[in-house]
């Protein structure tokens, strides 16, 4: 069985990590998959938005740790291995479609790392998140503790980062780390998505770009960019469909272009 499944229900991707026998830890391997599989996501125009997910009763239990000491026993491992991890992130962060994380189970390190890059995080009641880089003396990397400040602030950032402790869904949802709570966070999490699948994918692409460069380093904001996502919807299709049907009362029908 390949190690991460893609699917589609209407116009939602589904990508599901697929190694429940070890709670869906990723190897090296996956996380230049998953690379992959949202590259081709973001260039498939019948896909809207995309829900991440673990296959069985874990989201992701993190990175293999079992193959640390075959490819990240030393600086230069490790620096390679943050490459392959930043690259995967930004495939999911930068996505112009919402995604949403469905999470069971645990959610740590790695796995927290892929949640982080997503739009939304929706859980259940069973969802243990943490980093615990602190207990294998890991420094998380840059651009993960840069969305997890953004998300929870500073004080609950040092918090987790320094304690390693795991947050139980209750207690992520009081910090921003979730979003939503639910007895069966994948329908929840195709549900939003379906609504957010509806609306104009342009306005989507232009918002998620600016609300990521903002909420990073100053400066992190392209803005000549920026103004290129606002004229392009300006210019659009969808902004003449979603002008006449507000005049028409009706649902509009969106293109993306």
């Known amino acids: 069985m390949p190690d991460i499944l893609v699917t589609a229900q209407d116009d939602i991707g589904v990508v599901s990590l697929n190694r429940p026998e070890v709670r869906n830890a990723v190897k090296l391997s996956m996380w230049s998959e998953l690379a992959g599989v ?5 260039s498939d125009e019948a896909i809207r938005a995309i829900v991440l997910t673990g296959v069985g009763a874990d989201f992701c239990v993190g990175a293999d740790v079992t193959e640390f000491d075959r490819i990240r026993e030393n600086r230069d491992q490790s620096a390679a291995y943050e490459v392959a991890v930043d690259a995967c992130s930004a495939a999911i962060a930068n996505i112009p479609k919402p995604v949403i994380s469905a999470i069971s189970g645990y959610c740590l390190g790695g796995g927290c790392h892929l949640a982080l890059a997503c739009d939304f995080r929706f859980a259940d009641r069973t969802a243990k998140l943490g980093i615990p880089s602190a207990k294998l003396s890991i420094v998380y ?12 602030g500073i004080a609950n950032a040092k918090r987790m980062l320094y304690s390693g402790e795991r947050y139980e869904a209750e207690r992520s949802r009081s910090v921003g780390l979730v979003d939503e709570i639910s007895d069966d966070p994948v329908s929840a999490a195709l549900a939003f998505a379906g609504t957010l699948a509806r609306n104009a994918p342009l306005s989507i692409a232009g918002a998620k770009y600016m609300l990521n460069g903002l909420s990073q380093a100053e400066g992190a904001l392209d803005v000549v960019a920026a103004r290129r996502l606002i004229d392009q919807a300006a210019d659009s299709d969808d902004f003449r469909e979603g002008r006449r049907a507000f005049i028409e009362k009706r649902a509009p029908r969106f293109r993306g272009r």
Not at 38 to 42: G, K, M, P, R, V
């Open 141 to 152: 990397g840059v651009k993960s503790v840069q969305r997890l400040l953004a998300i929870v």
């Open 38 to 42: 949202f590259s081709n996501l973001a």
